[in-house]
């Protein structure tokens, strides 16, 4: 058996001008390794969010009037935490400006945390919500589920719209957010508040099985935070696609 090897340079002569060129922009390092240059990237084990680094912290504060991404993962749990938090883009990039994690929580008393903060400081910006796509499911002991809860708090709000997405595939979630944090030319378009410790913190812990295949989560507070953050640009910025909304 030959195993050949080729890399869309080979083949640069039958794409659109600026297409690899465009693919840095959209890729992380990882997966421009992988689907341009034909490499074989073994990540049983390594850090899921190795693009996230001290460069992505830094000191924003909330802005009242920015256009916010309210994201969600869902986990009604004494031992894994309901996880929220809002990225505003400001300046052309985008900031997570604030977290609500905790435990013993759900959808309900989430909402009431995340509109209290929203009233006291006035915010006045366009709000959509985004996250686990299995929110909208009504669970059998619930009347309605988690989105339509989410909606009958938050509707009001300027420009409100849910825009979510079934994940096919958690490597592509991941890739989508670690090429926000740094993508194939260096270029960092999201930056995480150091306040948001819980955040930061699941961000630079989680990491993939040693299958490489999922995220390993036998630390129940593991993935929770990130995965919330994840479902943003895997919407918004999804990796090797057009953004169309499926909510």
Not at 54 to 61: C, R, S
Not at 142 to 167: L, V
Request: net charge negative; proline share 3%; glycine share 6%.
């Amino acid at each position: 058996v030959e195993v050949i090897y080729g890399t869309s340079y080979d083949n640069e002569k039958n794409l659109p001008p600026g297409y690899i060129q465009g693919l840095k922009e959209r890729y992380d390092e990882n997966t421009f390794n992988r689907e341009v240059l034909g490499k074989l990237i073994h990540m049983g084990g390594t850090f899921a969010y190795y693009c996230f680094s001290p460069g992505n912290i830094v000191k924003q504060d909330f802005d009242k009037t920015a256009r916010t991404i309210m994201f969600w993962d869902f986990n009604a749990s004494a031992k894994k935490p309901m996880s929220t938090g809002l990225a505003q883009e400001i300046g052309g990039k985008w900031y997570v400006t604030q977290e609500f994690i905790f435990k013993n929580s759900n959808t309900d008393e989430q909402c009431k945390k995340v509109l209290e903060f929203l009233q006291v400081e006035q915010f006045t910006g366009v709000l959509e919500v985004t996250g686990d796509y299995s929110g909208h499911r009504r669970e059998s002991n619930a009347s309605r589920s988690d989105y339509a809860i989410i909606e009958h708090y938050f509707r009001n709000y300027s420009g409100f719209a849910i825009n979510t997405r079934p994940t096919l595939s958690v490597k592509d979630r991941v890739a989508s957010l670690n090429a926000q944090f740094r993508n194939m030319l260096g270029e960092r378009s999201l930056f995480i508040d150091s306040r948001c410790v819980k955040l930061i913190e699941d961000l630079q812990q989680t990491r993939w099985k040693e299958s490489g295949m999922a995220l390993e989560d036998t630390d129940p507070e593991r993935t929770h935070p990130s995965d919330a953050l994840s479902y943003f640009p895997h919407y918004y910025y999804r990796i090797g696609a057009e953004s169309m909304q499926t909510s």
